[in-house]
């Protein structure tokens, strides 16, 4: 953080990454409300938005999984999001604190954020580490434990810079 700027709000990070200078979500859009507390369905709008605009964790999901409406009970929404997360853990080689049945529960807005963070992040991995990440992914793979990750990204917040780069505030 800069000196003389106040302590950025983690549903503002997320804002700034995904909607900022250079937007990767042009819709849904990302309010404090539904940061705050966002339901399944505007989650599944961010990642297909994503998806839609960087190419990133493509063949991650069958065509009736890219459909929100075709998503209807828990489990299928804990599987969905469980792909998406090691994807981007896989990614990135780093734990990603967000937990599927807490995010479909409506729990942990806080990691769910930092999971829309890291997501953006790997959106600017190179291609080749983003493609054997969704193998890994569709074959069971799982992303690194806590231990295992060589980045600590819980509590940090990543702005996305004009060259596209991710640092920390």
Request: contains cysteine; proline residues 6%; aromatic residues 8%.
């Amino acid at each position: 953080m800069y000196q003389g700027q106040p302590a950025m709000e983690y549903w503002e990070a997320t804002q700034k990454v995904l909607q900022g200078d250079t937007a990767i979500v042009r819709r849904p859009r990302l309010t404090e409300a539904l940061l705050k507390k966002p339901p399944f369905r505007f989650l599944h709008d961010i990642i297909t938005e994503v998806f839609r605009q960087t190419g990133f964790a493509g063949g991650l999901f069958s065509p009736e999984e890219q459909i929100s409406t075709n998503i209807k009970d828990k489990e299928s929404k804990v599987n969905y999001l469980n792909k998406i997360i090691n994807c981007v853990g896989i990614t990135l080689n780093a734990h990603v604190p967000a937990r599927p049945f807490k995010i479909v529960s409506g729990l942990e807005p806080e990691q769910t954020n930092t999971f829309l963070q890291m997501l953006a992040a790997a959106t600017t991995v190179d291609s080749p580490t983003k493609q054997r990440a969704v193998s890994k992914v569709l074959v069971g793979e799982k992303m690194p434990s806590l231990e295992q990750g060589t980045m600590e990204w819980t509590h940090l917040y990543f702005l996305m810079s004009d060259q596209n780069r991710m640092c920390a505030t």
